[in-house]
Nanobody, 123 residues
Framework: QVQLVESGGGLVQAGGSLRLSCVAS???????MGWFRQAPGKEREFVAA????????LYADSVKGRFTISRDNAKNTVYLQMNSLKPEDTAVYYC?????????????????WGQGTQVTVSS
């Protein structure tokens, strides 16, 4: 069983930065990891993913060039560095572990989810 706990969310002005953390316990980083987000009234959407097999990353077009996903194996932690934040980035952000070794971008490719952390970007 894998437990994922996100932290680092909060209120920030447009143009600001936040770094989200996701600490994993149990069987850790055996598979690829990802970040998703869900805004009020909208479906959960893919944000970023990190492949276990070759370390490649993939980003949603809406965050490309502004967000960076990374991993610290020694700390069992996955990060999402978010820069140049926009009001449309406001959402609950979720960390997830896939059952795949390669990049995974759909919700169905993820087995375990954290409880989420709120990010609010004011204009």
């Amino acid at each position: 069983q894998v437990q994922l706990v996100e932290s680092g969310g909060g209120l920030v002005q447009a143009g600001g930065s936040l770094r989200l953390s996701c600490v994993a316990s149990g069987r850790t980083f055996t598979y690829s990891m990802g970040w998703f987000r869900q805004a009020p009234g909208k479906e959960r959407e893919f944000v970023a993913a990190l492949s276990k097999s070759d370390g490649t990353t993939l980003y949603a077009d809406s965050v490309k060039g502004r967000f960076t996903i990374s991993r610290d194996n020694a700390k069992n932690t996955v990060y999402l560095q978010m820069n140049s934040l926009k009001p449309e980035d406001t959402a609950v952000y979720y960390c997830a572990e896939s059952y795949r070794l390669r990049i995974a971008v759909t919700i169905n490719e993820y087995s375990y989810w954290g409880q989420g952390t709120q990010v609010t970007v004011s204009s």
